[in-house]
């Protein structure tokens, strides 16, 4: 490691406040994709310099897509770019920012502050549905919609990914998310009879 550069560490690796923790698999299982890249800006001028970059922006609580990035808009002035298989247009957006003049919003700091987890298997709909209240069925929650609300008992965003639902929360709440989730799987096998 280069002198003055720091090592992220990330709540499940060795050393992170949530090691040691599980994450569950089979028919209800849960990913951590928080050392994935993204970039949220929030206050006044936020869309308007996003807007002028090129990047389309969605309706407030609604996700668009540019050039591999989610487009997560979350507030009139409240925007994150999720960039799971675009790390290098995150980069160029996040460099072009920060040289930018204002106005252009302030860093919301979506990349140190909040984790990011997938949860997906067979027995998805089932467990969404006991760890959140909205109704997230497809016919009620569409695949471009965002619900802000509470999942596993804490304040989260979540939206509907290709392989499940993606939630993000506060990353300090890593490792009570975890347990949670493992404990409504575990809650939905007893009732099928999987203990």
């Given at each position: ?83 799971e298989d675009a790390g290098e ?77 993606d939630i993000l929360f506060d990353i ?24």
């Amino acid at each position: 490691m280069a002198a003055g550069t720091a090592t992220r560490v990330y709540p499940f690796m060795p050393g992170g406040a949530a090691d040691g923790t599980k994450l569950i698999s089979g028919a209800v299982a849960l990913s951590d994709l928080t050392d994935k890249p993204r970039f949220g800006l929030k206050g006044g001028g936020s869309a308007a310099w996003l807007a002028a970059q090129g990047i389309p922006l969605p309706a407030v609580n609604r996700i668009g897509d540019h050039r591999g990035m989610r487009v997560l808009r979350l507030g009139n002035e409240d925007i994150l770019l999720l960039a799971e298989d675009a790390g290098e247009t995150v980069a160029d957006v996040k460099n072009t920012w920060h040289v930018a003049a204002a106005p252009k919003g302030y860093s919301s700091w979506r990349e140190e502050g909040w984790a990011w987890m997938r949860l997906s298997g067979p027995r998805l709909a089932e467990a969404m549905s006991g760890l959140c209240a909205p109704d997230l069925r497809p016919q009620k929650f569409g695949a471009d919609d965002i619900a802000q609300t509470r999942v596993g008992h804490i304040e989260a965003v979540t939206f509907r990914s290709p392989a499940g639902f993606d939630i993000l929360f506060d990353i300090t709440a890593s490792a009570y998310f975890a347990r949670a989730v493992a404990a409504m799987a575990g809650h939905t096998d007893q009732h099928r009879g999987h203990s």
